[in-house]
């Protein structure tokens, strides 16, 4: 492949003469030399070969410019050292020499024979000292982020496309082509690398699946492949299924890769290949062996009109050349017009690389402003190729202003997928949550067709038509049942009858697959995983209890702590009556009051002990070691207590205490609960017919209880589990309507009783394999598990709504022991105060009586000098 119809290469001195032609468009009258420095990358073919350095003398020499020559000042340097650009500007400028053309293909230097025999790096000024603001440097190399120009260092044109424009063409690209998914290999020393983050970037928003690999190479030289790890790497391409290949690298490895491809039979009528580089010549692809394979290749190339023998960056060369040219025209036409001198011209060609505009060797060239200093390509224009066997046919261009415009020539529908491809499904469905559901504003934005819903399945349906490219109509009806068999006749009725009638192509809907189905559809792989599911009332939070401050502690421990409290009392009270170091032997030998001698009685000791218990403080402390050492140990023990009650009581005031919760089959079998199902599900014959428990007690009492529970209706039955003390046995259907709509009603427990639900096809469908292929590989790509996250693994509104209601406030009711423990102490204290103040009054009562009797009784007779009671003046 790569041969263009009538083409013929071109030697060099032909395109020589072409350059001469679109140089001798422009008349002037003014002659002009200019002299322009070369300055190209030692010992790369690619970046300054023998035939481009031909061509640029060609145009020097030409007596086709009889008011401009050129004159060509090469200097062959590396940009691997740091001032390599900086020298050749000042050497240059020695020479009076103003306009650069740098030639650095910077990717590794290798030799003939592929061994390596240096490294190219960017050219970029560093730190030019004096003033070359007069310098035009016309760039052809990849561009960089920053293109290193300081101040008063000239202009800088790179004539090179960016990466963003190289992003944008793959993105456009694959688009048209309706790509969804790709498999991405590159080699990063090729020309389009640059553009890969930018390019994943792009399809990460726009959600395509793409997996990224890097061609092995052999050492670090871009041109020689690590065959055997190449295909493995193919293998993977392979066995993914994956039938989309983006291609970035070069010629060379290009063909090795392709050679791989057809050893591995990926090169053939199912496998679609862009391929993207900007150093192949489309005549060094070698695709001659692949004419009979049907293989699909996309292929860019500027300006295909001019041959296809010439690499682009050669042609960017050329075009970097045409625009030093071209300035130089538009400064003879300013010096007719007495703007400038003839000496001054020379230098000013950078005034006008913005101005100048012309169809060079790689489409239009026009330069944009950057920046003050810096001029980039603006409208870069690429060829599309096709091949029609081992020949290429331009079917279109992209161009940075508008974009991909190709009329494919190849036949997507039968190439993408041979069995679905271009066709049109019937597909059957029922609105159900979160498989099918409408979008909330399907009526009021006026939606038609499939683009009213939403969902698991209708997510996942779309993306398999993008990929298999099919197109559909969806049928969703309201009413519309699974489907039965009718006994008599052996028809069947709902979905499953319209696609045994091959009414419908599809039934679109997650169906449990069942033996008895098969004998009337044919069940793709597995969606999901459905099951049976508790349904009841949501429990309402049960009433603490009046003495709920004691639930972090036994009632065994309360006894023991305040038997402890007790027992540890008793001891201090006879440790201070024996102990002669303690307040009362103190107080006994007279050392201190004897009020300080009763601090630690029975009575005080009581209350020292309680206070350290409830971490008030204990009031008297022991004077003796012997006290101390049981003080010590007993103010630990109430540490601990306390730490340890402390953190129980915040666990079980915030505990939520529900009724009697129900959580499986087994509960449910010992509890006192009415429960029932819908009649035709296959969960009541076999649990009818169990021999195991629970289930034979559940079985048993289905029987016994009938159609009190047994129902064929699903809205009666979650009606009465609403109203009643009643668990419904419910199928996977009703799990999520009651997480979005019937928030008095809560899901309980696992599920149970699990089965896989699918799509269901008519028997014999050739398309259930295409679906199965699809389904498994969405697997692979974790697609399945993004759905899940999105419809499946959602909370809901009635989770919400209640998580928001129960905010962890403490309520009142969880205090309200300890308010009615509070007022019986008040009441104790009220009747406490009462006996004391009576007490207090009826003891000064009685010392009143006693004092008048004492007074009435005649006084001592007193003896002074041998009188009795003498009075003295």
Known sequence: MGRLPGEKRPPSRTLGLLLVLLLSQVETVFSLN???????????????GEGVRNLLRDVSESPGFPNVTFSLVELESSCTEKDALDNAAIWFKQRGICNILVVNNDRKVVSQDHSLEGEATHCSYHDLTRNNSDLLTMVVQRPEETHGLPPNSGMWVTSYPEPDDLSLMIVHTVEKYKWTSAFVLYDRFADAYRSLEKFLNWAADRDWLLRVKEIPLIGEGPDKVDKPALTTLLRQVKTSRETHVILLSNSAIINDVLDRAVYLLMVHYQYHWIITSLNAPLGDLGFDDFHDTGVRVTFFHPNVELGGSTRIFERLVLDGALSLAHSAMEATRAVDRGEMTEGEAQCRLRDYITEIEFDGYTGNVHYKDVSVSTKV???????????????????????????????????????????????????????????????????????????????????????????????????????????????????????????????????????????????????????????????????????????????????????????????????????????????????????????????????????????????????????????RVLASLWFFVCLVAISSYTANLAAFLTKTNLDQQI???????????????????????????????????????????????????????????????????????????????????????????????????????????????????????????????????????????????????????????????????????????????????????????????????????????????????
């Open 34 to 48: 200019v002299d322009i420095g070369v300055m190209y990358a030692a010992g790369n073919k690619e970046a300054y």
């Open 377 to 627: 390509r603006n409208n870069l224009v690429m060829d599309l190729m096709e091949n029609t066997g081992s020949d290429l046919v331009k079917v279109g261009k992209w161009s940075q202003v508008d974009g991909a415009n190709l009329t494919s020539q190849f036949n997507s529908s039968f190439f993408t997928n041979p069995v679905l491809g271009g066709k049109r499904l019937r597909i059957i469905s029922k609105e159900r949550d979160p498989w099918v559901r409408l979008k909330p504003h399907a009526d009021t934005e006026g939606l038609k067709g499939v683009e009213r819903y939403e969902g698991f399945l209708v997510d996942m349906l779309n993306v398999m038509a993008t990929r298999l490219n099919f197109t559909f109509a969806i049928d969703v009806r309201d009413n519309i049942t699974i489907g039965s068999q009718n006994e008599a006749d052996g028809s069947w009725d709902g979905m499953i009858g319209l696609l045994a009638r091959r009414e419908y192509d599809l039934a679109l809907d997650a169906v449990a697959t069942r033996s008895f189905r098969l004998k009337a559809v044919d069940f793709t792989e597995p969606i999901e995983m459905a099951g049976y599911y508790l349904i009841m009332k949501r429990p309402t939070r049960a009433a603490p209890g009046l003495l709920q401050f004691l639930n972090p502690f036994s009632y065994t421990v309360w006894a023991v702590m305040l038997c402890a409290n007790l027992g540890v009392a008793i001891l201090l009270g006879i440790n201070n009556c024996l102990n002669p170091y303690e307040w009362g032997g103190l107080a006994k030998r007279g050392e201190v009051e004897e009020e300080e001698g009763k601090s630690l009685n029975f009575w005080n000791s009581l209350w020292t002990v309680w206070g350290a218990y409830v971490a008030a403080g204990p009031e008297f402390l022991p004077r003796s070691f012997a006290g």
């Open 663 to 873: 959580s499986s089959l087994k509960d449910l079998a010992n509890s006192d609960y009415r429960f029932g199902a819908l009649e035709r599900n296959t969960i009541v014959k076999f649990l009818m017919n169990s021999t195991d428990e629970p289930y034979k007690t559940l079985g048993r009492r289905l029987k016994r209880w009938g159609g009190e529970v047994l129902m064929d209706s699903r809205d009666k039955l979650l009606k009465k589990a609403e109203d009643d003390r009643f668990v419904f046995i419910a199928d996977n259907e009703n799990q999520f309507r009651v997480k979005e709509e019937l928030c008095n009603l809560i899901v309980v427990g696992e599920r149970f009783f699990r089965s896989p639900t699918a799509l269901m096809f008519p028997r014999g469908s050739p398309y259930v394999t295409e679906f199965n292929r699809q389904i498994l590989l969405f697997r692979e790509e974790g697609f399945m598990d993004i759905l899940r996250d999105r419809y499946l693994n959602v909370p809901g509104e009635c989770s919400t709504k209640f998580v928001a209601q129960d905010d962890g406030q403490l309520q009142i009711e969880s205090f309200i022991g300890l308010f009615y423990l509070l007022l019986v102490g008040v009441a104790l204290f009220l009747i406490v105060g009462l006996v004391e103040i009576f007490f207090f009054r009826a003891k000064g009562e009685k010392g009143e009586n006693d004092g008048e009797k004492k007074d009435d009784a005649p006084g001592p007779k007193i003896d002074i000098n041998g009188q009795v009671n003498a009075t003295y003046l």
